[in-house]
């Protein structure tokens, strides 16, 4: 027997190092392996090409508000009131979407602080369902804007949807309208209605509460729009413009008014509150 084949058999009797599975993430826009705790250290954006990752809710909130923080009940409402199927049913899809998230739906809203400034922060989980909008989404945002009111401080959302949940039907087309008066009555208390924009922010959402902000933040690189652009290509038989629907094309075209990245965003809206926030929420 060779050496060759005498060093290959005894490494193959070797005991395989038991390593962890998520050791390693690969960047979804340059494919490039990294290792998980360094993505993470760098809030999830990748260090070589600076894509921004989808967070969490738990994980956006514990990045932008100081150490102390108060999550807030979500509402209750009534689950599955069509009694609708597809190729599962409803309730089947929801209990899946709990067990893997900590929230009982996509939207979660907490009282805290950024920077010294109060704020009721919510942050939509594009994770639970694609981020939709139905009616539990609707109440937490108007929860958040009622905590908003009642504390006289600013109400800060995070928006990241597929748009309205389709399993709620016309009920979640009406989120819409309820949504927007709720921020209606935010402007005539003079309160601060803040929106970040993050990947993705499509359909009913974009046409709701993501566009009605007195100042609308982006990160780079995020999808925002309201229909796809397949569905609008096919429409206007026309090609799309390079970077349509992403925010650096909506800043150019004065949509939204900063793209600012993940590692700037909590003094970007600690600025912001300093300027437009009640002195007594402070």
Known sequence: MSWLNRVRNSLS??????TPDNLWIKCPSCKEMLFTQEYEANLSVCPRCEHHGRIGADARLAQLLDSRFEVLPSPKVKEDPLKFRDSKRYPDRLKAARAASPHPDALTNALG?????KVVLGVQDFAFMGGSMGMAVGAAFVAGADRALKERCAYVICTAAGGARMQEGILSLMQMPKTTVAVRRLNEAGLPYIVVLTDPTTGGVTASY???GDVHIAEPGCLIGF?????????????????????EYLLEHGMIDMVVP????KATLAGLLGYLQPAKAA
Not at 13 to 18: A, E, G, W
Not at 113 to 117: A, D, T
Not at 262 to 265: A, M, N, P, V
């Open 113 to 117: 602080h950024i920077e010294g400034q």
């Open 13 to 18: 009797n070797l005991k395989k190092r038991d």
């Open 262 to 265: 993940r590692k700037d965003l």
């Open 227 to 247: 229909a796809g652009q397949r569905v609008i290509q096919d429409t206007i038989r026309e090609k799309l413009p390079e970077g349509f629907q992403r925010a």
């Open 210 to 212: 993501a566009m009605l």
